[in-house]
């Protein structure tokens, strides 16, 4: 599996406050989920954030997001970015934000 461990720790450190954090690999990442809900993770080409269709125009807002289309179909309410782009402190906790936002609207599977 190939992927950022340093961008992994990033989310990791991000994502440490809060409740009910698991790691899981799939999408051939890493993906953080709370509660069972996917949250973010990391792929070999950058990362992902599944912020939900509410918010997909605010995170696509940001600089450097993109739709998430692994099969080249857009899958709504998630988007993607760069290894160098999640790097940057502002836009990967930003959509932590987003993401965390979406996660806590379902009940803990």
């Given at each position: 599996m190939a992927y950022?461990?340093?961008?992994?720790?990033?989310?990791?450190?991000?994502?440490?406050?809060?409740?009910?954090?698991?790691?899981?690999?799939?999408?051939?990442?890493?993906c953080f989920l709370r509660y069972g809900h996917m949250v973010c993770g990391v792929h070999k080409d950058g990362g992902m954030f599944r912020v939900g269709k509410e918010r997909e125009d605010a995170a696509m807002a940001i600089e450097g997001a993109e739709p998430l289309s692994f099969t080249g179909r857009k899958m709504g309410?998630?988007?993607?970015?760069?290894?160098?782009?999640?790097?940057?402190?502002?836009?990967?906790?930003?959509?932590?934000?987003?993401?965390?936002?979406?996660?806590?609207?379902?009940?803990?599977?």
């Amino acid at each position: 599996m190939a992927y950022d461990e340093g961008n992994a720790q990033l989310m990791r450190e991000d994502l440490a406050d809060e409740p009910g954090i698991t790691e899981k690999k799939m999408f051939g990442g890493l993906c953080f989920l709370r509660y069972g809900h996917m949250v973010c993770g990391v792929h070999k080409d950058g990362g992902m954030f599944r912020v939900g269709k509410e918010r997909e125009d605010a995170a696509m807002a940001i600089e450097g997001a993109e739709p998430l289309s692994f099969t080249g179909r857009k899958m709504g309410g998630m988007i993607e970015a760069t290894d160098a782009v999640i790097a940057e402190d502002a836009p990967r906790q930003a959509w932590i934000k987003l993401a965390l936002e979406n996660a806590r609207s379902f009940p803990p599977k």
